[in-house]
């Protein structure tokens, strides 16, 4: 059993007092990551934090987030989405309620959602957890949990093309990074 630290426990109050219903999904993704981060030797201090504050960045409404955004000097485009947009607010509430900034630790929360080509084993492995922990319901994941410590690589394909299916079947964009990155992923797999 990991030892909270006095950094995590304020994470895990300010989501208790902000998006309370956020608490279980964040601590079951924690808890995923940290197997993850055990089992693939990743550090297991920065997997924690990554996924404690990876969707912390929900407690804002899309226009809220927006203005946030342009006051830090980023701007996206007008139609991402609440579920796009959480991933980049929460790097900016890291940094600023946390003073978080490894910058491994806010690439893993700011890629959580749509994935990007170069992704390191520590933002794989938050992007997997996210999909993967057990109160999503979904029926697969269970396998998948299992088959992540055998073949992780496998399980991260699966992961973006599950998610891929999900924005195409809600008639939604796909960000191009999630295409890219896919399609990054199928050309070296089909070429090795």
Known sequence: MLNI?????????YIKKNIPERLT???SVRDIAMGLASHYKVDEKKVSLAALCHDIGRVYSREDMLSLLKKSGKEYPSFYNRNILHAYVG???????FN?????ILLAIKNHTVG???MGMLEKIIY???YIEPTRNIEKTE?????????????FLETIKDSLTYVLSKNDFVVYDTLELYNSL??????L
């Open 5 to 13: 630290t006095k950094l995590e426990n304020q994470i895990i109050d």
């Open 25 to 27: 999904h964040t601590l």
């Open 91 to 97: 790097v900016i509430i890291a940094q600023n309620e």
């Open 100 to 104: 978080i900034n490894d910058e491994e």
């Open 116 to 118: 990007k080509v170069g």
């Open 128 to 130: 997997v957890s996210d």
């Open 143 to 155: 396998q998948m949990r299992v088959h992540a410590l055998e073949d992780f690589d496998s399980v």
């Open 186 to 191: 199928v050309i070296n797999k089909n070429t």
